[in-house]
């Protein structure tokens, strides 16, 4: 396994350890899950962000994925300063519109793209994203008490 498919798995990891604590309620006066939940989407999400910038930033029509990613990097930091438990569902959805934007990268859809997205980091976000969605979901419904 390479570093970077590694790096992008274990990213995973604290949204999962996030979960755990909440649902077992292990030390629930020292941390606050959701907003712990929140922050850490935040961060994940303007990295993506950051990296869809990284893979365009020499082709010569980028606006589109730039405004894009600046967008949904500043829903993310909204959805920080939410206190709302509904919030999450704006993350899911932040988080799956990244997806679409890999979908399109990988499929080159940009005009007059030179470019290929990486085999290997388009698999390894395609399953992590599947994996934070389905955290960020299950921690949606325990917070309601389903």
């Known amino acids: 396994m390479s570093i970077n498919r590694f790096l992008t798995i274990s990213g995973v990891l604290p949204f999962l350890i996030i979960l755990v604590l909440s649902l077992f309620k292990i030390y629930p006066n020292l941390f606050d899950y959701q907003f712990m939940i929140f922050t850490y989407s935040a961060i994940i999400i303007s990295f993506i962000s950051g990296s869809h910038w990284g ?17 949904i990097t500043l829903i993310a930091w909204l959805c920080v300063l939410v206190d709302s438990i509904h919030t ?12 679409y934007i890999d979908i399109r990268l990988k499929k080159q859809v940009y005009v007059g793209a030179e470019f290929d997205i990486n085999k290997h980091y388009y698999q390894s976000r395609l399953v992590a994203t599947l994996f934070v969605v389905i955290i960020l979901f299950i921690f949606y419904l325990t917070s309601l008490g389903l």
Do not use: G, H, W
């Open 55 to 71: 893979i365009v930033i020499d082709v010569p029509d980028r606006k589109r994925i730039k405004i894009e990613s600046n967008i």
């Open 88 to 99: 999450l569902i704006v993350l899911i959805f932040c988080f799956i519109y990244l997806q």
